[in-house]
């Protein structure tokens, strides 16, 4: 009786914090489209959430081509496919890797970073100082940060996408010494306009997620600084999992006619 009380009690808190996000989410969504708009914030998100995260997205999508390109050569030496080296790099980092690992890193540093601020003004009352002036936390707050994260995404990815195909150019022509020209014809020859949007519409979704994760668990963070710790923690494990799910199911669904 004991398992089965605590399976019961484990399923209730889990039902209950689903329901709890899913209504902090359908209150973010429906401030988004009505007014007021807080431009000012809006603009500061979107310079810290994307000009401030492109080193560590770029530098991650770098080497993430570069060794792509080399394990990609020592598997296919095996089999005198070296040739299909460029249309792996260019499939694997537009379609999976470019978004995916963009994600997981602006995960760490902005959705940490959102939950810490949050949670922070949450244990020292300045969210319930801003509703006793009339100011809309949701609107001033959240909509901030999830509209720039959803806009930014996908721009970050897109760089991501080049810089990291530029990596695996890198390694094959100076490294294994491919000739250039046949690398870039084979590169292009097999992408498809397709494999670009459908890597910029999971970056699209991956913003949202990681803006949501972090503005919940720090709008909703308490016990002081402990608190402010574990919400900061939560917000990048649980948007680092939800992005790994979403990208299965959204890679089902954008690739289900293949």
């Known amino acids: 009786m004991k398992f089965l009380a605590l399976i019961g009690r484990t399923l209730i808190r ?14 973010t969504l429906r401030h988004t489209v009505t007014r007021p708009f807080y431009w000012g914030q809006i603009g500061r998100q979107v ?57 997981l890193m ?16 949450r244990v020292t009352e300045q969210i319930d100082a801003l509703t006793t002036l009339s100011t809309n936390p949701y609107k001033y707050l959240i909509v ?28 094959c022509v100076y490294g294994l010494h491919f000739n250039a020209a046949n690398y870039l014809n084979q590169t292009w020859e097999y992408l498809e306009f397709r494999d670009v949007t459908s890597g910029l519409w999971k970056a699209a979704m991956f913003g949202a997620i990681v803006a949501l994760m972090g503005c919940y668990n720090g709008f909703n963070s308490q016990g002081g600084a ?33």
């Open 14 to 27: 889990f039902f209950n914090a689903t329901g709890h996000f899913a209504w902090f989410m359908a209150k």
């Open 47 to 103: 310079v810290d959430i994307g000009y401030y995260s492109l080193p560590v997205v770029g530098l991650t999508a770098l080497f993430t081509g570069m060794v792509l390109a080399l394990q990609s050569h020592s598997g296919f030496s095996r089999f005198d496919a070296e040739s299909a080296i460029p249309t792996v790099v260019i499939l694997s980092i537009t379609r999976e890797l470019g978004p995916v690992m963009a994600g």
């Open 144 to 171: 901030p940060r999830f509209v720039a994260a959803t806009l930014m995404m996908p721009l970050l990815v897109l760089v991501a996408d080049i810089i990291g195909v530029f990596g695996g150019f890198l390694v």
């Open 226 to 258: 402990q608190g402010v710790g574990a919400a900061t923690t939560n917000a990048v494990v649980s948007a680092s999992i939800m992005i790994l799910i979403t990208n299965y199911l959204m890679t089902g669904i954008l690739f289900a006619t293949n």
């Open 106 to 121: 602006v995960a760490g540093r902005i959705g940490a970073a959102i939950a810490a601020e949050l949670g922070t003004m």
